[in-house]
């Protein structure tokens, strides 16, 4: 009997502790106990465009036709983007729901799912990983040239993007702001790229190509989303990789070869430099930290999101992403690829964004309960997003491995070796020559972007 009285006061203890300990993170993360913003964060919030200039710069802003380019065929693309968004605006500001409903998306589309025809015809591909794919889809298009009707319309929408003559993201996002159709538009790019490469003329391509290099190295200038950047990159690898192949298997005339090197240009400073991405994201993501419903931190949390989220403060976790994300991304951004690839091959802490120090963040210690939610937030929010800023250095990188590409072919040396030590197109991390491997006759470099494929065949 004693010890079962014994038993029943340790466990009353235990409870006891574990609901001093829940009251105390409770207190701690009191909503008057949050940090201030740090200056920086301050500075950075008060600079957001106003929207004054997004609704004057509607009706020429491609973003807006992105946005709205799945709707069905009656519909104009541009309106249907701007009515998205002022619906998104309304919801947000006036509803607080940081997103658009179902009912939205089908009064403002109209009907759904009139893409999925198409879509199990023709292959998509990933210009990065996959480079033997787009011969398949050459082949696709050669066995079954397109006839479909919505198809057809898509492909007429693209070409009107491509010759719209801006692209800003909208200067008021949140992480519920809907995301333009990215992936159909890739999709329409790669269709329309492999049905120009399987006519026996090349002026068809050369002057696609011409426009849709323009447009994307203007998005990737202008854009200021991240996604928006890395579909830019896509976009361009694409257009890059039937110019390469167009080297290898077209007859060229001599104003095609000087079409395609004037397309081959190095990416300027402001295509290369991504910092304003990573500070237009932290304005999203500061919004999002002051705005969240619970339901939308199941990510996070799982099954406790909704305990969880009354442990968050929130200036406390904007600062934190802007410490531990935001400020080393800009930074990283603005290297030269020598320099950045000297950062990542050191693992300098003080400018690569370290997870591991937001994981550190929540141990042991007693400063770990405070702000948890916001830590297991971040921990689940940033990823290696250093590999974004590799994509663009890796882009740039295959212009000039393409260039070298054109240089060989018009001069027929024959040591290629030789040509290819002594080229003024070399490696961009290392400024060494490319790699010629004689046996596979191809080049290459070694790409920072982990996933990717950096190399042409001759």
């Known amino acids: 009997m004693k010890l079962l009285v014994s038993f029943s006061k340790i466990l009353?203890?235990?409870?006891?502790?574990?609901?001093?300990?829940?009251?105390?993170?409770?207190?701690?993360?009191?909503?008057?106990?949050?940090?201030?913003?740090?200056?920086?964060?301050?500075?950075?919030?008060?600079?957001?465009?106003?929207?004054?200039?997004?609704?004057?710069?509607?009706?020429?802003?491609?973003?807006?036709?992105?946005?709205?380019?799945?709707?069905?065929?009656?519909?104009?693309?541009?309106?249907?983007?701007?009515?998205?968004?002022?619906?998104?605006?309304?919801?947000?500001?006036?509803?607080?729901?940081?997103?658009?409903?179902?009912?939205?998306?089908?009064?403002?589309?109209?009907?759904?799912?009139?893409?999925?025809?198409?879509?199990?015809?023709?292959?998509?591909?990933?210009?990065?990983?996959?480079?033997?794919?787009?011969?398949?889809?050459?082949?696709?298009?050669?066995?079954?040239?397109?006839?479909?009707?919505?198809?057809?319309?898509?492909?007429?929408?693209?070409?009107?993007?491509?010759?719209?003559?801006?692209?800003?993201?909208?200067?008021?996002?949140?992480?519920?702001?809907?995301?333009?159709?990215?992936?159909?538009?890739?999709?329409?790019?790669?269709?329309?790229?492999?049905?120009?490469?399987?006519?026996?003329?090349?002026?068809?391509?050369?002057?696609?190509?011409?426009?849709?290099?323009?447009?994307?190295?203007?998005?990737?200038?202008?854009?200021?989303?991240?996604?928006?950047?890395?579909?830019?990159?896509?976009?361009?690898?694409?257009?890059?990789?039937?110019?390469?192949?167009?080297?290898?298997?077209?007859?060229?005339?001599?104003?095609?070869?000087?079409?395609?090197?004037?397309?081959?240009?190095?990416?300027t400073l402001a295509e290369k430099n991504i910092a304003e991405s990573f500070q237009y994201e932290h304005r999203a993501m500061h919004q999002y930290f002051h705005n969240y419903q619970s339901h939308n931190l199941s990510y996070a949390f799982g099954q406790a999101n909704y305990p969880v989220k009354w442990m968050i403060q929130k200036n406390a976790t904007s600062n934190a992403f802007y410490r531990y994300s935001t400020q080393p991304m800009v930074k990283l951004s603005q290297l030269d690829a020598a320099a950045f690839a000297r950062e990542l091959d050191a693992g300098n802490g003080s400018v690569k964004c370290c997870i591991t120090k937001i994981a550190d963040m929540i141990g042991y210690s007693p400063s770990s309960i405070y702000n948890l939610g916001g830590k297991i937030l971040l921990r689940s929010t940033i990823g290696k997003t250093e590999d974004y800023i590799a994509r663009i250095h890796d882009l740039d990188g295959m212009l000039a491995l393409i260039r070298l590409q054109l240089e060989i072919k018009q001069r027929s040396p024959a040591d290629i070796q030789s040509l290819v030590e002594n080229s003024l197109h070399t490696n961009p991390y290392t400024a060494k020559p490319m790699n010629f491997d004689a046996e596979s006759n191809k080049l290459n470099f070694q790409c920072y972007d982990p996933h990717a494929l950096c190399e042409v065949s001759l």
């Open 12 to 267: 009353r203890n235990v409870a006891l502790l574990i609901m001093l300990i829940v009251v105390l993170v409770l207190i701690i993360n009191w909503s008057i106990f949050d940090e201030t913003l740090s200056p920086e964060v301050e500075a950075l919030i008060a600079s957001t465009p106003s929207i004054h200039q997004d609704l004057s710069e509607q009706s020429k802003n491609s973003y807006f036709a992105i946005l709205g380019i799945k709707a069905a065929d009656n519909k104009d693309i541009l309106e249907t983007g701007i009515q998205l968004i002022a619906q998104y605006r309304i919801n947000r500001d006036e509803k607080g729901l940081d997103a658009l409903t179902s009912a939205d998306l089908n009064a403002i589309m109209g009907q759904g799912g009139l893409d999925k025809a198409w879509q199990t015809i023709y292959p998509k591909c990933n210009s990065r990983t996959q480079p033997g794919c787009f011969a398949t889809l050459v082949t696709h298009i050669n066995n079954a040239p397109i006839r479909d009707p919505r198809l057809l319309t898509m492909l007429k929408r693209y070409d009107q993007i491509i010759r719209m003559p801006i692209y800003r993201d909208i200067p008021d996002p949140s992480v519920g702001a809907p995301i333009p159709s990215f992936n159909e538009l890739l999709w329409l790019g790669q269709i329309k790229l492999a049905q120009l490469f399987a006519k026996e003329s090349m002026q068809p391509l050369l002057q696609h190509v011409q426009t849709d290099i323009n447009y994307w190295r203007m998005v990737l200038s202008n854009s200021q989303m991240l996604i928006t950047k890395m579909v830019a990159v896509a976009a361009l690898r694409n257009d890059l990789h039937y110019l390469s192949a167009s080297l290898n298997e077209k007859v060229l005339l001599d104003e095609d070869i000087r079409t395609i090197s004037a397309l081959l240009q190095s990416l």
